[in-house]
């Protein structure tokens, strides 16, 4: 094998493609990339449950194939200063060439390499890349770390022709994000585990094409843009029904704006101690709504702030974090909090923006 291309495109490509190794000890051509020399060349890395294919335009001289752990010769390329790199085949094991650089890496057989999927052969659902990654990111936070129920920690995506809907829950609290744009045919409902879903997340923000084709193939999903193609497992389970959990009227609502509410939570956790606390009160015919916290080791807050308030007078806890990991997913500068009563969630909304929802149960206390 001889290949001679871009440094600066090799390593933004081999530290893609790095993300996706495994950690297996017990495999460890799992730790590796595999590139492949064809008519251009070819990088693939897999741990099993997810795996990359990325194509990068190259003067291949020599055709072949070799293995070589990615941590590497990703190291080895940002310590190269030449703007080309040589690929070569030695003796079974990779030698990288740039300005006067000769590098040994050690190979591993490619035949241990597992085979990934095959190349593109169904088309899917033709979906914005920014609004894919603006919908997957809006909601990903309130998924469980936990595999225990599956479908919960996952993050559901519908793919319909007349529009995008991402959804995550933890049981405790629940994002939805629907986003207009989906062209292509229905790809149907996906469930992607969490662990891929930042994996996915992290390929979108790096490349550049302007769409993805996105599909389900045997269970799995397939997302292809600008010559990379990320393939991982889905949860073969039903999402929860959440529609049917959504109150169907406040009693009592709040309008503010998103900046006086991130303030406030700012320095409530500083106030609330380890149990991440805080108490909201509202009384609209007094037109209060205030906000407390406090611990025994650093003290208390109480700070009310500037609202539009309407409905029943409500005291009513919940946990910080809960409340404000929503608001980057929130694009207006105002939210309205509508609460259904003591004891029953809690739905927040930008004003004037339909497309974003967020509920979160409040503490029993």
Not at 109 to 115: K, S, V
Not at 175 to 188: F, M, Q, R, W
């Amino acid at each position: 094998m001889k290949v001679i291309l871009p440094k600066q495109q090799l390593l933004e490509r081999t530290v893609l493609a790095e993300r996706i190794t495994g950690k297996k000890e017990s495999l460890p051509v799992l730790s590796c990339i595999l590139l492949d020399a064809q008519k251009d060349l070819i990088i693939r890395a897999t741990n099993l449950e997810a795996g990359i294919e990325i194509h990068i335009q190259a003067d291949v001289e020599e055709k072949g194939m070799i293995a070589v752990p990615a941590a590497i010769l990703s190291s080895t390329l940002r310590s190269i200063s030449g703007d080309k790199v040589t690929l070569r085949s030695e003796e079974g094991n990779l030698l990288v060439e740039s300005r006067g650089s000769k590098t040994l890496i050690k190979a591993v057989p490619h035949e241990e390499f597992p085979i990934l999927s095959e190349g593109v052969v169904k088309k899917g659902s033709a979906v914005s890349r920014e609004k894919l990654l603006k919908g997957i990111q809006a909601v990903a936070y309130a998924a469980s770390p936990s595999m225990i129920r599956p479908e919960l920690g996952s993050v559901y995506v519908s793919l319909k022709s007349t529009g995008m809907v991402c959804v995550a829950t933890d049981s405790f609290r629940l994002a939805e994000k629907t986003i207009n744009g989906v062209t292509g045919k229905d790809t149907g409902d996906i469930l992607i585990p969490l662990k891929h879903v930042n994996e996915l997340v992290y390929i979108l923000e790096h490349v550049s094409g302007e769409e993805v084709d996105v599909r389900v193939e045997d269970f799995q999903l397939v997302v292809v843009s600008d010559g990379v193609q990320f393939v991982s497992r889905v949860v073969d389970a039903n999402f929860p029904d959440y529609k049917t959990i959504l109150p169907k009227k406040a009693t009592t609502e709040v309008t503010l704006l998103k900046s006086d509410l991130t303030d406030m939570l700012r320095k409530a956790r500083v106030f609330s101690g380890a149990d991440q606390h805080v108490g909201l009160h509202i009384y609209p015919q007094k037109k209060i709504f205030s906000a407390t916290a406090r611990s025994a080791e650093v003290g208390e807050m109480s700070d009310t702030l500037e609202a539009a308030v309407s409905g029943e007078d409500l005291d009513i806890n919940f946990h910080i974090g809960y409340i404000a990991e929503s608001l980057s997913s929130i694009d207006s500068d105002s939210v309205t909090l509508s609460f259904a009563g003591i004891g029953r969630a809690l739905v927040m909304r930008g004003v004037g923006d339909a497309s974003y929802m967020y509920l979160v149960m409040p503490l029993n206390r």
